[in-house]
């Protein structure tokens, strides 16, 4: 079974309007950390927010904020007013155990977001 | 601050061919990754180094093999390339400082086996 889902392999969402990329993950651990990350065409992977599993609010960075939602095991990304500049492949990915002790990163197969003028 | 760079960008390899990949990293980070990228297959690590030195096998290391002698470097080698290595490599750092050891990446590397 994956352990990292994104549900949606494709979204459209139109120019100033917000837009959520659903993540659902399957851990056992106590301990974990969720990751989103950015792939626009140029190709280079960026980082756009954390949230650890004992983190009480939600991560917020700019514009992205993350709907992290515990016991149903979702760290949905959502994008308020969106930009043209955000059409990108959007991975969610997922560091099992303390942040200290696992090097690796268990990653989704993305979601195709297409922003429309 | 370059953060972490990959050379070559591009290349186009014949079968049986080898070629070495070059990452580098200048944020002084611990940790560095090797992964590729396939359509339909998100990332998959290939291996791993937690120091200069160290390197442990990912998720795909069949075929590759890495070396970390700088900190700041680490170099993925295909020592006979096959078709099925068609593929994006991406290079990673990170540092754990108490913090999420968060990973980032270099541009990328387009390899095309022939």
């Known amino acids: 079974a994956q352990k990292i889902t994104q549900t949606q392999p494709g979204m459209f969402v139109q120019e100033k309007e917000a837009v959520t990329l659903d993540c659902t993950y399957d851990?056992?651990?106590?301990?974990?950390?969720l990751f989103w990350y950015k792939q626009p065409s140029s190709g280079e992977m960026i980082f756009l927010i954390y949230q650890g599993s004992y983190d009480e609010q939600n991560a917020t960075e700019g514009r992205y904020s993350l709907n992290f939602q515990k016991a149903r095991k979702s760290a949905n990304l959502v994008i308020s007013a969106s930009q043209l500049g955000d059409s990108a492949m959007y991975f969610c990915?997922?560091?099992?155990?303390?942040?200290?002790?696992?090097?690796?990163?268990?990653w989704g197969l993305g979601t195709s977001l297409a922003v429309n003028p | 601050n370059a953060g972490v760079t990959q050379t070559p960008k591009f290349r186009v390899l014949k079968t049986g061919q080898s070629m070495t990949l070059l990452c580098a990293q200048d944020?002084?980070?611990?940790?560095m990754y090797w992964y590729r990228q396939d359509p339909g297959m998100g990332l998959r690590l290939i291996h791993y180094s937690v120091g200069e030195g160290t390197t442990a096998k990912g998720e795909v290391p069949d075929g590759y093999n890495v070396s970390r002698l700088k900190k700041q470097n680490f170099l993925l080698g295909l020592e006979s390339a096959a078709p099925s290595q068609t593929s994006v490599y991406f290079c990673?750092?990170?540092?754990?400082?108490?913090?999420?050891?968060?990973?980032?990446f270099g541009p990328g590397t387009r390899l095309t086996v022939l």
């Open positions: 851990t056992s651990d106590q301990s974990y950390g």
């Open positions: 990915a997922m560091r099992e155990g303390l942040a200290g002790n696992n090097r690796k990163l268990i």
């Open positions: 990673a750092s990170s540092e754990w400082r108490g913090g999420p050891d968060t990973q980032y």
């Open positions: 944020m002084n980070h611990e940790y």
